[in-house]
């Protein structure tokens, strides 16, 4: 068939291409899941454990609305299906998204696929090739994932159930994305559009979940969950994600023969045809590159500092009769279990908007790769206000990011438990690990000007800070390696006392790392 | 006259990449002067050395009187660069760009911004993601253009225009040089150069190898010469300055050192003058005879004018 000639060179070619990135995506996934699972095993060692806590998330709102349907949940499987079914579907979403984007529009974007369709190749091969790559990807994940849980003694129909849920999963994302590529020639609306859908499935199953499950048919999630995996699987759902696949890809496949290479089916739109007073200065570019980014941070983490508010005021009771709970939030003395609770929370969400403050300040290396920088450091703007004007973003969008996550915490918190005077304490708990991000900014900013080829080496120092945050205990590493993360050092609120000493020194860490670099950056040739 | 660009044995090593390796160059006020040079030669890394961008290993560099690098964003107020390789932000439109680079350097002027958006038939509302390379170079140029910087840096500027464009950019830039304004233009268009260009300077792997007038650098080249003869053309071989000689009866074909020109002329008067036709040598036969002993090292059978003359000879 002439229109599918060459897709067999085009999967090796994108396997070649794309290996470390597919394989990363289906380990950390794998990975997650399996970790939440031994996890639970621990958690939750005796019957007697697996139904109270079962007891406590029947009707727990909060947990079904971030969890899932409750569906067996006094069963180890059941219980493990709830605590990672969703996060790993919407996990399993997001790559297939990305992935499909990766192999189809960026291509074209780039003006490669034209060069690659000049060959002998079929005007379909291209999203054949892709559809096989992440099909491929979905299949593989799916088989990890029933082994692995197979492996920590779980049942094995349950588990081919959950594999297979992920999977379909995997497939609609791919259809839905192959079509959306379609009718866009831009990458970003394509990934920010399926990635809405997303999030509009989980919202959509959530509603249905925490009423009698008739909205979640309108999900592509609760699609995956009416599978009910280890819950008496319900196999005859699967029609549903099948048929989905097959008509999205189907409709790809007679839009790709509708539209010219390169374009898509709706024009885009145009822009200004003179610059915002905005666009007057470094700083004013920086705000209007970097702005969707901080939107997406901030959503993201708002969102996610709602889900622990939200569950907060069932701690107590749920860590009364928790004795594990119990030990690890009692590490922290002294406290109510509600503030350990809160403490854990700030420093979670902090680490995570860490991320924020690196990506804002790496944007230098790309501006400067793509040699956008030396457009503007060729007009009378210094070194200095060009490379400071992201870090500006980066320092300012890491105040709005764990202000609101902090906020998000303390304004659902404060609707469940009808008092909000927790709330500033809340927020003050998440700044006071500003100094600490503004760290990570300062090291890639330092890593920026001085080593601009190991810039990116400011994301390993992140990993690290999270491995150190949220597994340094139990990985049993030495205190001298903990005291290297700036989080280490700043205060624990609100289970400790203020101690304002620690935030200046690191301030000043952060102040001098980021002198050193903005230094380098201006005695060093660009672009490197 | 005032030199605005001054570089005397400028030195850049990448590494054990020697890119610069004793480049001179020299550009007065008023004039537009072009930059020659093959790939690589560089040309990029020179007006890098010149925005500041790369500071040299050594060597002089002079730019407004001040030094490139130390001194870079006062020197920025008074020049406008365009980028061989333009790459813009995808989601701004190319409106957006122009104003935000001139109002970056604090000199739009928003007339000649409509006028030349008009004249380089450019939609400003466009996404920079959706133009073309041609495009993208013509937001760069009007950017630059519209702005009243005494000195345009532009680093093969032209190269995605198609041929109307090019001719709208050459009036653009005699525009300029009549309001007194300098231009350092990097180009492999030659025909560009040798409309547009008072000076020019031919660089190769990093060094300047010729530099001065139109008129100055054809001094140094060869004239070609067609001569129909009474008497058979013999003994112009012994003449000084004469190169690939061809004779078929009485017709004469060669090239001559125009230092030699007037010895050879007279020997042909000599002879008894039926025809003469002489064409002076272009920037491209100038050009190839600099880099001749690099193509030939390529295994291109091009030694000098000559070979290109014959390679004429064939075509017609």
């Known amino acids: ?528 | 006259m005032t030199a605005i660009i001054e570089l005397e044995g400028l030195v850049k090593t990448f590494g054990s990449t020697r890119a610069l390796d004793g480049l001179d160059l020299l550009v007065e006020e008023g004039t537009v002067h072009g930059f020659l040079g093959p790939n690589g030669s560089g040309k990029t890394t020179t007006i890098r050395v010149l925005l500041g961008l790369l500071r040299a290993d050594t060597g002089r560099a002079r730019l407004f009187g001040g030094d490139p690098w130390r001194d870079a964003v006062n020197l920025h107020r008074r020049l406008a660069y365009v980028p061989g390789d333009v790459n813009l932000w995808p989601k701004l439109s190319g409106g957006e760009v122009i104003d935000l680079l001139g109002r970056l350097r604090g000199d739009l002027d928003a007339r000649r911004r409509a006028e030349l958006l008009e004249r380089f038939e450019l939609d400003p509302r466009k996404k920079a993601r959706t133009y073309s390379k041609g495009n993208r170079q013509k937001v760069a140029l009007v950017a630059a253009l519209s702005s009243s910087a005494e000195l345009l840096i532009l680093d093969e500027p032209t190269s995605g225009l198609d041929p109307i464009m090019e001719a709208v950019f050459q009036e653009c830039i005699r525009e300029i040089k009549t309001e007194g304004r300098t231009v350092l233009l990097s180009s492999h268009i030659l025909a560009e150069v040798e409309a547009l260009c008072d000076g020019v300077s031919i660089i190769r792997a990093g060094r300047t190898v010729q530099s001065g007038t139109l008129t100055d650098l054809r001094h140094l080249t060869r004239t070609a010469i067609t001569a129909d003869t009474v008497r058979p053309p013999t003994g112009l071989d012994r003449l000084p300055g004469v190169h690939g000689l061809k004779v078929e009866n009485h017709r004469a074909r060669f090239d001559v050192d125009t230092d030699h020109l007037d010895e050879a002329v007279r020997a042909l008067t000599e002879l008894g003058l039926r025809s003469l036709t002489s064409q002076p040598p272009t920037l491209e036969e100038l050009f190839l005879r600099q880099y001749g002993d690099v193509l030939a090292h390529d295994g291109v059978a091009v030694k000098g004018a000559e070979e290109v003359k014959s390679a004429e000879e064939v075509a017609r």
């Open chain 1, 1 to 528: 068939m002439s229109a599918l000639t060459g897709t067999g060179t085009l999967v090796r070619f994108g396997l070649r291409r794309a290996r470390v990135r597919m394989l990363v995506w289906v380990l950390g996934i794998e990975l997650l899941v399996i970790f939440t699972a031994v996890s639970v095993k621990n958690l939750y060692p005796t019957q007697e454990s697996l139904d109270k806590v079962a007891a406590l998330s029947q009707d727990n709102v909060a947990a079904i609305v971030f969890n899932g349907p409750p569906q067996a949940l006094n069963t180890m499987g059941g219980q493990i299906a709830f605590q990672t079914g969703t996060t790993g579907l919407v996990l399993v979403g997001l790559m297939s998204i990305f992935m499909f984007g990766f192999f189809t529009r960026v291509e074209e974007e780039n003006g490669r696929t034209e060069l690659l369709l000049a060959t002998v190749l079929g005007r379909h091969a291209p999203l054949v090739a892709a559809f096989i790559l992440v099909t491929a990807m979905n299949v593989v994940l799916a088989g990890l994932v029933t082994l692995g849980l197979i492996g920590q003694d779980l049942p094995v129909v349950g588990s081919i159930a959950f594999g297979v849920s992920f999977l379909a999963l995997g497939l609609v994302f791919t259809g839905i994305t192959a079509m959306a590529a379609q009718i866009t020639e831009n990458t970003r609306v394509v990934y920010g559009s399926c990635a809405a859908l997303v999030g509009l499935s989980f919202v959509l199953r959530a509603v249905g979940d925490i009423g009698d499950g008739t909205v979640s048919w309108l999900s592509p999630i609760g699609w995956s969950q009416k599978l009910r995996p280890y819950a008496g699987e319900q196999w005859w759902t699967l029609v549903v994600p099948v048929v989905a696949t097959m008509v999205t890809f189907a409709a790809a496949w007679r839009l790709t023969e509708r539209r010219d290479v390169g374009a898509g089916l709706i024009q885009p739109r145009p822009g200004r045809p003179t610059a915002s007073a905005l666009l007057s200065s470094p700083l004013g570019l920086a705000v209007r590159l970097q702005r969707g980014s901080l939107i997406g941070w901030s959503v993201g983490l708002v969102v996610l500092g709602g889900t622990y508010g939200s569950v907060a005021n069932q701690i107590d009771q749920f860590v009364q009769d928790n004795k594990e709970l119990a030990d690890y939030f009692s590490a922290y003395g002294g406290a109510t279990l509600t503030d350990a609770f809160f403490t854990t929370t700030a420093l979670t969400l902090a680490l995570i908007g860490g991320g924020f403050a690196v990506q804002a300040v790496l944007r230098t290396v790309s501006e400067e790769g793509s040699l956008r920088s030396e457009l503007l450091l060729a007009t009378p703007i210094s070194r200095a206000a060009w490379a400071g004007s992201h870090l500006v973003i980066a320092v300012v969008g890491s105040v709005i990011v764990l202000g609101l996550t902090g906020l998000g915490t303390a304004v659902i918190y404060g609707i469940i438990v009808g008092d909000f005077s927790t709330l500033p304490r809340l927020v003050g708990a998440s700044l006071a690990y500003l100094p600490a991000v503004w760290v990570l900014a300062g090291l890639a900013l330092l890593l920026y000007g001085v080593v601009p080829r190991a810039a990116l080496a400011a994301w390993a120092a992140y990993a690290a800070m999270i491995v150190a945050g949220f597994l340094g205990d139990v990985l049993n590493l030495p205190q001298w390696v903990l005291g290297l993360s700036p989080f280490d050092h700043s205060p624990a609120l609100p289970a400790n006392d203020f101690t304002l000493l620690p935030l200046v020194v690191i301030t000043a860490v952060a102040l001098a790392l980021a002198a050193i670099g903005l230094v380098g950056f201006r005695r060093r040739d660009t672009p490197v």
